[in-house]
């Protein structure tokens, strides 16, 4: 199953919540070496696991009481929504002399249920932060919405991507843009065709599941 996926992917984060860590470690031995946690605590836990290499990636809600504990082990943090939040990345990154890699993430879909900025105040969230020394911005996470309508989910997809296009045009030296972090296990074939670079796939990585299927 997972020799199928490989030749359709740009790059993937494999979601390890939930899993053992003996399943964690056959996606290791199978060559995976980005691996991402929802919450904090759970990839506190993970961190453990002796597999030489692996980068850890946050892509939950991060709490802000949750910041200190979490950054001396994470590369990427997909979720940053507030200003707030990533000014506090920015200061326990300068106190660990530590430069955070971030991705901002946007609620395209619009959805009460889901965190993110408003895609209208990206470019301006951005500029604001243009003061922050220890973060590096790195492009936006985008979630698909909550359904089956296939169209529904391209439409927020292709959306995403114009924004992370839009984002090439930001002048500022804490912007390193290259990264739209788009599409789960649901809906990973639609991600790709609408252009995402980096997939967060859990369940089928981790089951039997065919991705034909998906």
């Not at 199978?30 to 946050?58: C, D, T």
């Amino acid at each position: 199953m997972r020799e199928e996926l490989r030749p359709y992917i740009p790059m993937t984060v494999a979601v390890s919540k939930y899993r053992t860590p003996e399943e964690i470690l056959a996606r290791y031995n199978e060559g995976y070496r980005l691996f991402a946690e929802n919450r904090v605590q759970e990839l506190l836990k993970r961190v453990s696991i002796p597999m030489e290499g692996v980068k850890w990636h946050l892509i939950g809600h991060l709490q802000s009481n949750k910041v200190r504990s979490v950054l001396p082990y994470v590369e990427l943090i997909h979720s940053v929504d507030s200003e707030k939040l990533l000014r506090l990345i920015d200061r326990e990154a300068a106190r660990i002399g530590k430069t955070q890699s971030v991705l901002i993430q946007v609620n395209v879909a619009k959805e009460d249920t889901k965190f993110g900025i408003s895609a209208e105040e990206l470019i301006p969230f951005i500029k604001k932060c243009e003061d922050l020394e220890h973060v590096s911005i790195e492009g936006i996470m985008v979630i698909g919405p909550h359904t089956d309508n296939k169209e529904e989910i391209r439409r927020v997809f292709r959306e995403g991507r114009r924004l992370f296009e839009e984002g090439f045009t930001l002048r500022q030296n804490n912007v390193r843009w290259k990264t739209l972090s788009m599409g789960m296990s649901s809906d990973w074939k639609i991600a790709v065709e609408e252009g995402s670079t980096l997939l967060r796939l859990g369940r089928i990585l981790f089951t039997e599941e065919d991705p034909q299927d998906i």
